[in-house]
């Protein structure tokens, strides 16, 4: 039977949110996570598990990667970089290759046994602080509104609510991947990551998954026209230079990043409304973040357990806690700008 009164809401069911309320649960605190689609749901990504974020599982959810919400090849070896120049550099690191739907729901089901509530199909369509608590605007006008001691807003990419809250633009790139069945002369254990400015403004990829070939370009959403020129031009260069054939494309799907910069600013919120993951701009270079998602998850739920009636303590627990999350996503910044010019 679902609770009618929660500690606090979190908005979205990807792992920063899982994250969150997993660890909120565990603390004793009743938790409902609202996701505005069914689940599972289905997320555009390359689904590269690195050796960093299978540890965070381990940590936080005490358990591995089953089998079960990964796809082949099983096992990732690491990236490739192409830089700008053509200069390629390897970095071995052993991870997973995941289907994110199965992934993220994994993270979720653990949420729930620790106590977590879901309920999917409904969105967060707006939240007033009231000093002394939050009202949060459902979807589902059955449910009406909820009063709660904090809203997480783990939202992702497009971040509705928070541009709603703060009141600022859209900042983010395009990504258009297809899945085509073929041959190619890659390693399918890699994750290839092409930096040559004529395929994309951002980076262009290549990854296996269940058998299908992956490639994938990004613009500015400024850009987004020339998706199509990026996109041939990487196609021609991949049948040229690693033997590309393509006999036929499954499918494919344009999604949105955020605009990562290398001078990131995180927004945190504050008073009894945070931000965690994606839409805080917890995001490492070349759209690895899933890691720091969870990590910040992490991080915002062990500062509202720790000071629960103390917003502006929250606060500045959270900014704390995140202090190595941010310098690690600033050293791979330094490791990308090391290989690119741009
Ligand atoms: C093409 C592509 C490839 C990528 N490849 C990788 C990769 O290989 N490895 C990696 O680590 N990262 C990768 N990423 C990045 C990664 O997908 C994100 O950083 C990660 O999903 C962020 O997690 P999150 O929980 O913060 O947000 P999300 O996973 O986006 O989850 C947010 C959830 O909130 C829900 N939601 C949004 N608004 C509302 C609302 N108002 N009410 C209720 N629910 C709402 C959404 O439906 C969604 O389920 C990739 C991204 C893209 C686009």
């Not at 599982?57 to 990732?76: A, L, S």
């Not at 890659?186 to 990551?193: C, E, G, K, M, S």
């Amino acid at each position: 039977m679902r609770n009618d009164t929660y500690d606090i809401i979190i908005v979205g069911a990807g792992p920063t949110g899982a994250t969150c309320a997993k660890i909120l649960a565990d603390n004793g605190l009743s938790v409902l996570v609202v996701e505005k689609c069914k689940l599972p749901r289905y997320k555009s990504c390359s689904g590269m598990i690195i050796a960093k974020t299978a540890g965070l599982v381990k940590e936080y959810f005490d358990v591995e990667i089953p089998d079960g919400v990964k796809c082949t090849p099983y096992d990732n070896y690491g990236m490739v970089f192409v830089n700008d120049d053509g200069k390629e550099y390897k970095f071995e690191q052993r991870g997973f290759n995941v289907w994110r739907s199965e992934f993220d729901n994994f993270l979720l089901s653990k949420a729930k046994e620790s106590g977590a509530e879901v309920i999917d199909g409904v969105s967060v369509i707006g939240c007033e602080d009231l000093g002394d608590c939050v009202e949060v605007t459902l979807s589902d006008r059955d449910m009406g509104k909820k009063r709660v001691k904090y809203l997480i807003d783990c939202e992702g990419a497009m971040g509705v609510l928070k541009r709603k809250l703060l009141n600022c633009d859209k900042d983010f790139i395009v990504t258009y991947q297809a899945f085509y069945d073929g041959k190619i002369n890659l390693d399918p254990h890699y994750f290839y990551a092409y930096l040559q400015p004529q395929f994309s403004e951002y980076d262009a990829w290549f990854n296996v998954k269940d058998g299908m070939l992956v490639l994938g370009v990004a613009a500015e959403r400024n850009s987004i026209s020339k998706i199509k020129e990026y996109n041939d031009n990487f196609i021609k260069y991949m049948q040229s230079d690693h033997g590309l054939k393509i006999d036929k494309k499954i499918k494919e799907e344009k999604w949105i990043m955020p605009h990562i910069r290398r001078d990131f600013n995180i927004d945190y919120g504050n008073g009894r409304v945070f931000f965690a993951g994606e839409v805080a701009g917890f995001l490492n270079p070349m759209g690895e973040g899933i890691s720091c998602g969870m990590e910040s998850g992490y991080h915002l739920a062990k500062a509202i357990s720790e000071n629960l009636k103390a917003p502006q303590k929250i606060l500045t627990a959270y900014q704390q806690y995140t202090t190595d999350l941010k310098a690690y996503m600033q050293r791979q910044w330094n490791l990308v700008s090391i290989m690119s010019k741009r």
